[in-house]
């Protein structure tokens, strides 16, 4: 190898070597500038913001769900081989997606019927007044039945 092809392949190795790097530091540059000009801006936004700091505001929400005596009121049906549920339900649980299987104990929402495990929709109405899957509150359904006995 010659002293002219040496310095070429030198002289390669590092112009291959100095692009990227300079490339990579090119891109971390725009990256912190980007990241101080988006600091800027919140505390902008924080200083002329008159709502409340994020950590002051306390939310809670309020539980909308039905008594127990409401939810051991509907029925309860414990299934049997044949696995035949009322209405148009499905074979699976639509809360937790697991099959029914023979002597799983199923409950059923009041005018929709449709179906679940006990503990699934139990848990579920402790916490909402509707039906997980038309969204259907039973609840309205339960007090229409009270007032037409009266």
Avoid at 33 to 45: G, K, M, P, S, T
Avoid at 74 to 84: D, I
Avoid at 143 to 150: F, I
């Amino acid at each position: 190898m010659t002293s002219r092809e040496t310095i070429v392949l030198v002289l390669m190795v590092t112009i291959s070597l100095l692009v990227p790097s300079l490339l990579c530091l090119i891109c971390i540059a725009c990256r912190l500038h980007l990241d101080a000009i988006r600091r800027r801006r919140l505390q902008v936004l924080e200083a002329t913001s008159t709502l409340p700091r994020e950590s002051s505001v306390i939310v809670t929400l309020p539980t909308s769900g039905l008594d127990d005596c409401t939810i051991q009121s509907y029925q309860k049906v414990v299934l049997g081989e044949s696995l035949r549920l009322p209405g148009l339900n499905a074979l699976t649980c639509p809360i937790c997606l697991v099959e029914y299987s023979a002597e799983d104990s199923i409950r059923l929402i009041p005018m929709c019927q449709h179906c679940f495990h006990v503990q699934c929709v139990d848990e579920w109405l402790k916490m909402k007044s509707t039906c997980p899957v038309c969204r259907n509150s039973p609840l309205d359904h339960h007090e229409n039945e009270k007032l037409d006995q009266l």
